[in-house]
């Protein structure tokens, strides 16, 4: 058999994890790389901490550069390459080399992971000092930007984890922000007690929220810098740095033009082994879907860890092995200043609109023995009435959130009823959680209403 | 009917949380409560937090005291009654108030509570400056010692978590510490390179620790107090202040005496709904043993979580309810220091004698990102090679610990096999991960292994 050749679009998390694994798999196969921009396999969700200058230099968030992969994993790294076409039927795909040369490139199996795109919508993204925060070539720009200019106002549009990590960045510069945000809460899909947490966490640390405020337009001045966004109606505030962070988009047209399926949500469709519809043709991280492992339904949950285990596994597969990613639960943890705030599966509102019967209760307990000084945690917990399985969890507080949202993560994954839950065997220690964990107090909680009703 | 009577002996963790629990469900339940010392309801595994200076005031560790139980929840809680004598065919129990006054109370259902004592055996254990840190009225007195007495240098026999934490919080007095281990590891049922993080931790802070070092006597002088504790064959350490952490053994006895089936490992056997061998009898807590669910087996794990669950099944079938107490996996987390360190399930040895084949891995990895300073994570994961089962899991390291623990109890507790691990979604935001978990490397060593195999 000649030799077998892996070609994978995008150099990012899902793309040089599916390489690697690749790589690991089958030490002969002939593995190319194809990544539009300059910098391959480095940490997205670092960027607002270089932002910030927490991470003083944006070489600590590449985790391995284009050398390491060519020299120490001879895997074929090919930087400023775009991809603009797929052939499915001649299995070779066309690339653009620094934006002008064409090049066509055969495959045996194509793993695509051209990741996601801001989703921008508004007149005036174009305006010089409008950022993104998207990826590290984008983010470097707006450092450099702030370090050069020194902005004092900054206006983020869009208050996702990415809009929340942003500000408390630009606050921790000495800047005054002001946070856009289009519906009637933070972070989308969070309930409104917890929502209510991270408002007054933002308020603390003296970030202006406008909520209802959908941003129309961002006006500008001569030399084609933004001045001010519009919102609402009629509403406007001066800036002299806009950040986009309304979400992003799967790039999927790609795929689409290659005739490879897409899913409802707008994503490449994939099975578990992450073949896409299309035979030797692969999918993996912000391009693809996800299946919702409490819906059981394809979803689009655009995350680093996702992307990672999708592209280990999409690697493992185009390499000859037998990977399977079965799906998510939605677990997702972030950094608001002091406020950790996390979630797993599904809120009351998603929850009904799947067709269970949900039922929800909030507690507030303490991240430790309250006489060393425990930190308030406030939890929901969310179930169906029908069948008393455990459908979703959230949780805000100053200390221990993220590691026990991945406890009520595991019960998603062994689809725990409550009454499984009451007595679950948890650490316990003054420094760390109370006698009774606020889970198992939540738990029991819930517990108390599913006998009462 | 009548007027029912629940009687329970002790007053601590499991037999207050009995109390409560009982008068939930049945507000015109007569509840006595027979308490042999001076306080209710405290926070065990808070002392050393007490004796550290931490926690200011004794009554800090108390969640409620005697006169709230007897004032806002109608139960009978009498102090100073120690129990002689069960008679389950009168359904009587005999006690004596105040050490002279003899008492007789009749039940319909009784809980037994009676908690562990420390596992005492040497010459000298009298002697004024010998201490225990197993119950509130002993650590008071230690306190006072300490404050009064200014000893510099203590001598420690055992090196369990209660050995450990007081270490640490007499360290923090200022105090030299000796610890004599009469086996080759701390922390018993702690794996190799586990415990090997743990001694570094107690050097690094000054505490000497000698192992296999079995303490034998301990030598007074002419005011009785103890002046030096003779270990093995000939060794002896001076000390002006003993504290003894070998471990405590169930208060079965009183059970025993009056027919009640005691386990092979010598505490009180209980089902499910804590019920004993006889008929209205339960029993919670550390007098009790508990089924552990990984091996199935009834077994002696004495602790502050599963003392308060116990307690609270029991009382809510003493009480005519229908609760149930499956078991624990064995989950422990404590603090030696900076560092913190958990296990949860079998280690390697454990789960060989209990006819598994297990194989285990070690990695490490770190608590954060590594670019925002994370904390090395020692994880080390043990497995049955003959269903790819999880039996076990042990962690150490500076943060985030405690609750990644409970990620690999809940594995333990929906009996997932390491095939089920690779890609389970757990929260990740740098600052509190890295985008592969620590359990998930560990987890895909672990299938490696189980591949290559």
Redesign the interface.
């Given at each position: 058999m000649p030799q077998q050749r892996l070609v994978i679009i995008g150099g990012v998390?899902a793309g040089m994890s599916a390489a690697s694994r690749a790589r690991k798999l089958d030490p002969q196969l002939e593995i190319v790389v194809l990544e539009k921009g300059r910098h391959v396999s480095y940490?997205t969700?670092?960027l607002p901490?270089y932002l910030s200058g927490?991470?003083a230099d944006a070489s600590?968030?590449v985790v391995y550069t284009a050398e390491f992969f060519r020299e120490k994993r001879s895997i074929d790294v090919r930087l400023e390459h775009e991809v603009t076409e797929i052939e499915p039927g001649r299995k070779r795909v066309h690339a653009l080399r620094s934006r002008a040369q064409p090049v066509v490139v055969e495959y045996d199996k194509l793993v695509i992971a051209t990741g996601g795109a801001p989703a921008l919508d508004i007149p005036g993204v174009q305006l010089s000092n409008v950022f993104t925060c998207n990826d590290l070539a984008g983010t470097i720009r707006l450092r450099a930007f702030i370090e050069e200019q020194r902005p004092r106002r900054a206006v983020i549009v869009g208050s996702g984890?990415i809009g929340l990590e942003v500000a408390d960045a630009l606050v921790h510069r000495g800047m005054e922000v002001v946070i856009l945000e289009r519906s009637e809460s933070v972070l989308e899909g969070i309930e409104p007690e917890i929502g209510e947490r991270v408002e007054k966490a933002l308020h603390g640390h003296g970030v202006r929220l406008i909520k209802n405020a959908a941003a129309r337009t961002i006006s500008g001045n001569a030399q084609g810098g933004a001045t001010a966004v519009q919102y609402g109606a009629g509403g406007s505030e001066p800036a002299e740095l806009v950040l986009l962070a309304t979400g992003i988009v799967p790039r999927s047209e790609l795929a689409a033009t290659a005739g490879v399926r897409i899913g409802r949500t707008g994503a490449i469709a994939v099975d578990e082994r992450m073949l896409t519809s299309v035979n030797s043709i692969y999918a993996a991280g912000d391009c693809a879907e996800v299946r919702h492992?409490v819906t059981g339904q394809p979803t689009y949950l655009p995350?680093?860890?996702?992307a990672?285990?999708q592209g280990r596994?999409a690697g493992e597969n185009a390499a000859g092995g037998h990977g399977r990613?079965?799906?998510?639960?939605?677990?997702?943890?972030?950094?608001v200043f002091d406020l950790?705030v996390?979630k797993?599966g599904l809120n009351v509102e998603q929850a009904r609109a799947h067709g269970f019967q949900p039922d929800a209760v909030t507690i507030t307990s303490t991240s430790r023995?309250k006489?060393?000084a425990g930190k308030p945690i406030l939890a929901k917990l969310v179930w169906d009435r029908a069948t008393g399985r455990l459908l979703g969890c959230q949780m805000a507080g100053e200390e221990?959130?993220?590691?026990?949202?991945?406890?009520a993560?595991?019960?998603l994954?062994?689809r725990?009823r409550v009454p499984e839950m009451l007595?679950?065997?948890?650490?316990?220690?003054?420094?760390?959680?109370p006698?009774?964990?606020p889970l198992l107090i939540a738990a029991n909680e819930a517990h108390k209403k599913i006998s009462r009703s």
């Open positions: 998390a940490g969700c670092g901490y927490q991470v600590e968030l984890y492992l995350l680093g860890t996702t990672n285990k596994v990613f079965d799906g998510v639960v939605g677990t997702l943890v972030t950094q950790a996390a797993t023995a006489y060393i221990g959130i993220a590691k026990r949202i991945d406890v993560a595991m019960a994954h062994a725990m007595h679950l065997d948890l650490s316990y220690a003054p420094p760390f959680a006698v009774w964990d």
